[in-house]
């Protein structure tokens, strides 16, 4: 199983960024595909996840209304679309697999390296 993040950069505050996840391996009937963030100096927060099969999706509070997770299945990716960004969503984002409709990232068993994300204001 692999996943690799990938699509992070530098932008202004009220810009747009697009995450991807690329995964291989997983047996997609059964895992869900979540996204998380690090800042320096701060736990790892829960982003949002969408079901790999369902296309359900749930996202945590912080970012509900700004961010949007999708998936293309036939290049097994997962997006992350952010917009209307703020200095506050400045840290390095995670993609992971579970097999659980879960927040928590322990539940969470394959991640992907992390991509920065540096929101400038």
């Known amino acids: 199983v692999q996943l690799q993040a990938s699509g992070g950069g530098l932008v202004q505050a009220g810009g747009s960024l697009r995450l991807s996840c690329a995964a291989s391996?997983?047996?997609?009937?059964?895992?869900?595909v979540g996204w998380f963030r690090q800042a320096p100096g701060k736990g790892r927060e829960f982003v949002g996840r969408?079901?790999?099969?369902?296309?359900?999706?749930y996202y945590a509070d912080s970012v509900k209304g700004r961010f949007t997770i999708s998936r293309d299945n036939a290049v097994n990716t997962v997006y992350l679309q952010m917009n209307s960004l703020k200095s506050e969503d400045t840290a390095v984002y995670y993609c992971?697999?579970?097999?659980?409709?879960?927040?928590?990232?322990?539940?969470?068993?394959?991640w992907g390296q992390g991509t920065q994300v540096t929101v400038s204001s």
């Open positions: 391996g997983l047996p997609r009937s059964s895992y869900a």
């Open positions: 969408i079901s790999w099969s369902g296309g359900s999706t």
């Open positions: 992971a697999s579970t097999i659980y409709e879960s927040d928590s990232a322990h539940e969470y068993d394959y």
